[in-house]
């Protein structure tokens, strides 16, 4: 399948192949032509897949796209995050160096980093999260290798946002609806062919 398909059509590439075809040989052309780990959850969830259905947007307060563009990557989930957006007032964060109009007009915050440096500036954003407190030193320290994780964000905030070519003020807006967010829901593509950050 492709790399570019939503979830959902995954889904049904996978039933096809399990109930049509008798196989459980799916795959994506990604894992030939990126250099992340494609089966990087098996150990934990015993299958490759996302760590939340559609149905976790219904409970979320902010709503975060990274590496990814609602209109363009997710039609089928953009509906759920426009309903969480609309109707229940989830806020709606997007960090993407390919940005679509619906990324533009229902975000809280847009980030439009140089490509290639969205993993910087996530890393000065997090780091920014931990020096202030949001995430405490509890937290951190509850994650197996957590602490170690946060102490190598060797980049400052100010210096993350310069590389990425991102205003500081829109930046801490993230970091602001970070911190005032208890269930936030993740959208991340790993494998675009438009920014292969790690």
Known sequence: VSAESTVEEMHRAALIAREGLGTGNIGS??????????????????FTASTAGRESLAQADLVICSNTSLEGDHPVLAV?????????????????????DADRILSRAVLD????????LWAGIVRR????GAVTREAVASVPGGAEFVSSLGRTFE???????????SAGA???????S??????HTPDRARDRAR
């Open 174 to 180: 993230v970091v602001d609806a970070v911190a005032g």
């Open 129 to 132: 999260l931990a020096e202030t």
């Open 29 to 46: 052309i990604a894992a030939s032509c990126s250099s992340y780990d494609p089966a990087a959850l098996d150990g934990m969830l015993g």
């Open 80 to 100: 759920d995050v426009l309903e969480a957006v609309r109707k229940r007032g989830a806020g709606l964060v997007v960090v993407n160096s390919a940005l679509d």
């Open 182 to 187: 208890s269930r936030l829901v993740i959208v």
């Open 159 to 169: 210096e993350a946002c310069a590389m990425a070519g991102v205003d500081p003020g």
């Open 113 to 120: 980093p140089v490509r290639g440096t969205a993993s910087v």
